[in-house]
DNA sequence: AGAATAGTGTCTCTAAGACAGTATGAT
DNA sequence: ATCATACTGTCTTAGAGACACTATTCT
């Protein structure tokens, strides 16, 4: 699991000058329509990938965040297949790229209070995949079902019994066979795509905690 | 189940003269540390009382909510329990009242797009409730098992079976029994008190959609 | 005794977890 | 045949739901 991070400029003026920091950016009253296009028009500036998942974390405002003063941001998070993610570098930022998340953090030391927005939207992504199939947005078009759940143990940071995994999965209407078979120097497996690539399934039960 | 309603000064240039709003307001900058500050002063200035729970329900932001221009708003929902509500009029509102939450909405006509914000606030609040134990911070001290459920049914808009509901909330260590009982014209119940005040049970399943 | 509400016994059902077993390809 | 990974059978367990039953107070 990786979050992508953008190089904050390196003009003096400018607070925390060559850090890595989470994409984002000052609302463009003409443009933006609403917060979650402004989200969009960042994100879409940065990777040039129109996101199939956005959801708004939550928003931190107070004094100290930035030292200008007193400032608030909005937390979305988008979900994007690692095969679909050409970096675009520019704009304000003179450098992108991905960093691996380990725990609920990044190695770099993120700028302004983006270390606490990216643990909060970790935490929110892992909480959601207990229960639905948020990690379905991160596969490519098609894929097996053990590779669903090395991302589903990916973004849970722990291992999930297999049978459990494939009778849950398979019980919603979330996947729909197609008629391959992933190759490899052992049984073939059978080749699944998403029934909607919008939508999101919410389980019955969420997977046992811990 | 109620929520607090302000009534809009009635001013000619104010937007909404006299309509029915959500407690509100702007920030301020010198007063209020951060977000949540602003929150529970805002609530403080109506209600006179310190709320047990609030949790942020997300932030809208576009140019069509208020006439005056594009504007965000951070919307909380805090959870009062009925006997603890004083309320007091004055600031910028002309007057303040409870109202009855039907369905998702209000019989009113609110201000702005706060009927999707309430829309939006008693949505999460009864999602939540299907795991969690929120229902807990609108009781008095000492209340009985059929008047949680009460609460419970009343938060959800459904009932619940009596059994499955006692053996799931006396599994957790939600609640105490305290050495008294509710008399009536029948038989008395066994009054109990939560364990903590402050902490947010989490059941392991939700409750049976629909 | 009857009404009313509190509280329990117990069966069913669903879905997760555990884990051993079988299946099917490449080499 | 062996290895590697795919996939299944089947038992256990937790907890929700259904619903009839018993318990305890008042009038």
Not at 27 to 47: P, Q, W
Not at 61 to 80: H, K, M, Q
Not at 138 to 149: D, I, R, S, Y
């Amino acid at each position: 699991m990786q979050v992508l991070l953008v190089k904050r400029p390196s003009a003096r003026n400018e607070p925390f000058a060559d850090h890595w920091a989470l994409p984002g950016g000052f609302i463009d009253l003409d443009r933006d329509a609403d917060l979650e296009a402004c989200a969009i028009r960042k994100l879409k500036e940065k990777t040039n990938v129109a996101t199939p998942y956005l959801e708004q974390v939550g928003t931190w405002g107070n004094a100290e965040r930035d030292p200008r003063g007193w400032s608030t941001t909005t937390v979305y998070f988008a979900l994007i297949a690692a095969d679909a993610t050409a970096l675009l570098a520019g704009g304000n930022a003179t450098d992108v790229k991905w960093a691996t998340v380990e725990g609920n953090r990044v190695r770099d030391k993120l700028a302004f209070d983006h270390t606490e927005l990216l643990r909060a939207a970790v935490n929110r992504l892992r909480s959601k995949v207990e229960y639905t199939s948020l990690p379905a947005f991160l596969m490519p078009n098609e894929f097996t079902l053990t590779e669903l759940q090395r991302v589903y143990e990916i973004t849970l940071d722990r291992t999930l019994e297999k049978k459990a995994f494939r009778t849950r999965v398979l019980a919603t209407d979330l996947l729909e066979e197609v008629p391959r078979r992933r190759e490899g120097a052992n049984r073939p497996a059978q080749l699944f795509k998403l029934k909607n690539r919008k939508r999101t399934v919410f389980f019955a039960r969420a997977l046992q905690r811990e």
